[in-house]
């Protein structure tokens, strides 16, 4: 008895030197695993930086394509269309000469004198000078007589009965429009067709006519 009572605690001694190796292999084991997810997320780690630079590159690169392109617009406009104010302005021209001619026109002490023909003159050919000028420009008048209304060109400033033509024909042009390529820089102010009213107190006269028959 004495001897398995002595026996017991050298067991017990191996069985606990067991249990410490187990745990001292667990540990190595798992320190083993943390190195390894390490050394492949070291190994993943470039591969996404260069992801990331590669997707910063091309959006780097499409602002650039797309700033360039704003600018080779903007650079095309200017180049176009640098004038636009400058052309606009110089319409008043053709605007004074026009009103000119009207007044001298209606001037009754200068009507059938020499004085009014050569005025006149003088004022046509400085008026086809400027539009000869303007074309060259690529000013171009908006031909509207006898169109149909086009808001895109045209604004309507009166209507005007007439039964020979559809209604919203241009049958007037009482400002000239123009334009500057394919920009439009005034609009034609025109008056249009409409048909002919028939007014009340005729239909009411026509009805007592009628009834007194």
């Given at each position: 008895?004495?001897k ?11 069985s ?5 190796d ?35 590159l ?8 797309n ?47 020499e ?8 004022l ?34 009166m ?21 500057i390529?394919?920009r ?30």
């Open positions: 008895m004495d398995e009572q002595e026996q017991k605690p050298e067991n017990d001694t191996d606990s030197e067991i249990k410490t187990a745990s001292v292999v667990e540990n190595q084991t798992d320190i083993e695993f943390d190195k390894e997810q390490k050394e492949e997320q070291n190994e993943n780690a470039p591969e996404e930086k260069i992801k990331e630079l590669e997707d910063k091309t959006r780097t690169f499409a602002e650039m394509e700033q360039r392109r704003r600018f080779e617009k903007e650079k095309d406009d200017a180049f176009e269309y640098g004038g636009f104010s400058f052309a606009k302005e110089a319409l008043n021209l053709i605007d004074n000469l026009a009103r000119s001619r009207s007044i001298l026109e209606s001037d009754e002490t200068l009507n059938n004198t004085a009014l023909k050569k005025t006149l003159d003088h046509d050919v400085i008026g086809k000078d400027l539009i000869s000028i303007f074309t060259k420009n690529n000013i171009k008048q908006i031909d509207c007589l006898n169109k149909k209304l086009d808001p895109n060109f045209h604004q309507a400033m209507e005007i009965e007439d039964d020979q033509k559809e209604p919203g024909t241009i049958v007037q042009e009482i400002q000239k429009g123009f334009m390529k394919d439009l820089l005034r609009p034609s102010l025109v008056g249009v067709s409409k048909k002919t009213e028939i007014k009340e107190e005729k239909n009411q006269e026509n009805k007592e006519n009628l009834g007194n028959l």
